[in-house]
């Protein structure tokens, strides 16, 4: 409604706070590629000037990564503001031709687990013939170039089961989310996911009918497509009788934590929705919550935790993922410079954005490599392609995990759990 963004838009004082923490300001120095600047539009359009091209690209460059959101002395929800913008523009605006057939090719497969499933064995074919060393050598159109490069290696996905019992007395019983690009291209993460809730004494409840979240969805417009997906998540997860949904994505925890506010005018689904997003947790949030039962065992590695920005910027943890992994014996645990810069990733900026996004990427894989850590650790999919990336770029490859993989490796099968 045009008062309720009003009111969104009114909460800006234009104090600039939000200018050093932009990453596109950082890029360019350009006032409307900054969060102020983008609210001044976001004014003028509300006012009665057209989304012309120019505009728009304003609004495509933003990142959508949250970081005015926490750098802004007045509350400004620029994530509801930046959202309800985007939705506009896929109603109101006419991209190019090109721009919408890579816009579909991207949501028809991302947010679709059984089509990247039947894509897996010609990707991993792909890499097996060595299509990765002859795409460096083409020179492919940007967007493509940036899908080939986010491709990670693939191995056999490792299988979760619908239901998993709990180690010695249950102390919660939780669903997860499988994910899309997680469950296909980063099923170990889930498994290890799954392999610690139950160390620590959780029944895990892992439906297999689950579907996309709409996360991808939500943070670039397409506002219907994620309804629909959030309403088949709500519905799937409440006949399941569990305490709480734990993720282990970054971006989907943040858009299934505004379930409330997305589906607030769906009838029917409004109070359903905001029941559902109250149960929702992060899994470290969660964990750390809990308190450790399960013995840990020595990881000896140096670990340089990234903060992928819907978890840190839109739901403000930090401190719990810090907190597992500080917990592990052994581990060294080093900050990065620039922490509240995102890595370029922002869903699927990296491919509708290449150019910024590998400025944005190549400045994070410097200040990873500074820490002189082993291992880079950081809680979303996206992020984990886009600085893998990065790094092999710069010559500096290392390995990267989820932080619930080291976890994982802490807490060894053969553990007598305590009770």
């Given at each position: 409604?045009?008062?309720?963004?009003?009111?969104?838009?009114?909460?800006?004082?234009?104090?600039?706070?939000?200018?050093?923490?932009?990453?596109?300001?950082?890029?360019?120095?350009?006032?409307?590629?900054?969060?102020?600047?983008?609210?001044?539009?976001?004014?003028?359009?509300?006012?009665?000037?057209?989304?012309?091209?120019?505009?728009?690209?304003?609004?495509?460059?933003?990142?959508?990564?949250?970081?005015?959101?926490?750098?802004?002395?007045?509350?400004?929800?620029?994530?509801?503001?930046?959202?309800?913008?985007?939705?506009?523009?896929?109603?109101?605006?006419?991209?190019?031709?090109?721009?919408?057939?890579?816009?579909?090719?991207?949501?028809?497969?991302?947010?679709?687990?059984?089509?990247?499933?039947?894509?897996?064995?010609?990707?991993?074919?792909?890499?097996?013939?060595?299509?990765?060393?002859?795409?460096?050598?083409?020179?492919?159109?940007?967007?493509?170039?940036?899908?080939?490069?986010?491709?990670?290696?693939?191995?056999?996905?490792?299988?979760?089961?619908?239901?998993?019992?709990?180690?010695?007395?249950?102390?919660?019983?939780?669903?997860?989310?499988?994910?899309?690009?997680?469950?296909?291209?980063?099923?170990?993460?889930?498994?290890?996911?799954?392999?610690?809730?139950?160390?620590?004494?959780?029944?895990?409840?892992?439906?297999?009918?689950?579907?996309?979240?709409?996360?991808?969805?939500?943070?670039?417009?397409?506002?219907?497509?994620a309804i629909g997906f959030a309403k088949h998540l709500i519905a799937t997860f409440e006949r399941l009788d569990v305490e709480h949904v734990v993720v282990n994505a970054a971006g989907c925890g943040s858009a299934m934590k505004g379930y409330g506010w997305l589906l607030r005018d769906e009838k029917?689904?409004?109070?359903?929705?905001?029941?559902?997003?109250?149960?929702?947790?992060?899994?470290?949030?969660?964990?750390?919550?809990?308190?450790?039962?399960?013995?840990?065992?020595?990881?000896?590695?140096?670990?340089?935790?990234?903060?992928?920005?819907?978890?840190?910027?839109?739901?403000?943890?930090?401190?719990?993922?810090?907190?597992?992994?500080?917990?592990?014996?052994?581990?060294?645990?080093?900050?990065?410079?620039?922490?509240e810069i995102c890595c370029g990733s922002a869903g699927v900026y990296n491919m509708l954005q290449p150019e910024p996004a590998l400025a944005l990427g190549d400045r994070k894989a410097a200040n990873v490599a500074a820490t002189g850590a082993e291992v880079l650790v950081t809680a979303n999919p996206?992020?984990?392609?886009?600085?893998?990336?990065?790094?092999?770029?710069?010559?500096?490859?290392?390995?990267?995990?989820?932080?619930?993989?080291?976890?994982?490796?802490?807490?060894?099968?053969?553990?007598?759990?305590?009770?």
């Amino acid at each position: 409604m045009a008062s309720e963004f009003k009111e969104l838009l009114d909460d800006c004082v234009h104090c600039g706070f939000c200018l050093p923490t932009c990453p596109t300001y950082l890029l360019w120095g350009e006032e409307m590629d900054s969060p102020r600047g983008r609210i001044y539009l976001m004014e003028k359009e509300l006012e009665g000037e057209p989304l012309d091209d120019t505009m728009v690209r304003h609004f495509d460059q933003c990142l959508g990564c949250m970081a005015c959101v926490t750098a802004c002395p007045s509350g400004v929800q620029y994530d509801r503001l930046i959202e309800a913008t985007r939705s506009k523009v896929e109603q109101r605006h006419r991209r190019t031709l090109r721009d919408r057939a890579l816009r579909a090719l991207i949501f028809r497969t991302f947010p679709y687990p059984k089509r990247l499933r039947a894509l897996r064995p010609l990707f991993r074919a792909y890499q097996a013939s060595g299509g990765p060393r002859l795409a460096a050598r083409v020179r492919l159109p940007a967007s493509l170039a940036a899908m080939e490069r986010m491709l990670p290696p693939l191995t056999d996905p490792v299988a979760v089961a619908e239901v998993t019992p709990a180690k010695g007395d249950r102390r919660a019983r939780v669903g997860v989310l499988l994910g899309c690009v997680q469950r296909e291209f980063f099923s170990d993460v889930n498994a290890a996911t799954v392999r610690v809730l139950a160390a620590e004494g959780c029944e895990v409840v892992a439906p297999s009918v689950q579907g996309c979240c709409g996360a991808l969805s939500l943070h670039i417009g397409r506002e219907v497509e994620a309804i629909g997906f959030a309403k088949h998540l709500i519905a799937t997860f409440e006949r399941l009788d569990v305490e709480h949904v734990v993720v282990n994505a970054a971006g989907c925890g943040s858009a299934m934590k505004g379930y409330g506010w997305l589906l607030r005018d769906e009838k029917g689904w409004a109070d359903r929705a905001a029941a559902f997003a109250a149960k929702v947790v992060d899994v470290s949030e969660f964990l750390v919550a809990l308190g450790p039962r399960a013995t840990r065992h020595p990881v000896p590695v140096t670990a340089a935790y990234h903060d992928a920005c819907h978890l840190g910027h839109a739901q403000g943890i930090r401190a719990q993922p810090r907190a597992l992994l500080a917990g592990i014996p052994g581990l060294d645990l080093r900050e990065i410079a620039e922490a509240e810069i995102c890595c370029g990733s922002a869903g699927v900026y990296n491919m509708l954005q290449p150019e910024p996004a590998l400025a944005l990427g190549d400045r994070k894989a410097a200040n990873v490599a500074a820490t002189g850590a082993e291992v880079l650790v950081t809680a979303n999919p996206g992020c984990l392609m886009q600085i893998r990336n990065a790094l092999d770029r710069a010559g500096t490859p290392m390995r990267l995990a989820h932080p619930i993989e080291l976890l994982a490796e802490s807490i060894l099968e053969q553990d007598n759990v305590t009770t």
